[in-house]
């Protein structure tokens, strides 16, 4: 039996007494989130998903706050300064000081941000594709707007 058809059999299976981890929403979510890491890391192996998440959003919306930024990509205040910090380092992003606010840093892509984004947006697309591959296409349209029901 394969990987998929088990997984399908948990999320099919009758609830049976008893508390069982494999039945429990968060280790299905974990082992389907560990699969797209694992097909992310093999297309895109330069950038982590947060990294390219943050990218991809800073060429949808422009320049913004870093803390506007962690929203937007639903990651708390630390996590997304790490997360521009090593973009910043790496030339992908750069950081300017709010003129009215100097407290308040502004992020932006860089040429070699945009070119980045650019190179990989299709590569995201194939990533996403492979991700959902186990499932028919109204299946993983089911599962997208179900999923966005509880996050």
Known sequence: MTGESNLL??????PEDGYRLQDQVGFVLR???QRHVAIFAARIGDLTPPQFAALA?????????Q???GTLIAMDAATVKGVIDRLKARGLVELTRHDADKRR???SLTAEGRET????????EQITVETL?????KEAATLLRLLARIA
């Open 9 to 14: 059999k948990l999320v099919e299976a009758e």
């Open 31 to 33: 082992k389907a989130h």
């Open 57 to 65: 959003k800073l060429a949808d919306v422009g320049e913004t706050s």
């Open 67 to 69: 803390n506007q930024l």
């Open 105 to 107: 840093l502004l992020v």
């Open 117 to 124: 984004v650019d190179r990989l947006v299709p590569l995201a």
């Open 133 to 137: 591959q186990p499932l028919s296409s």
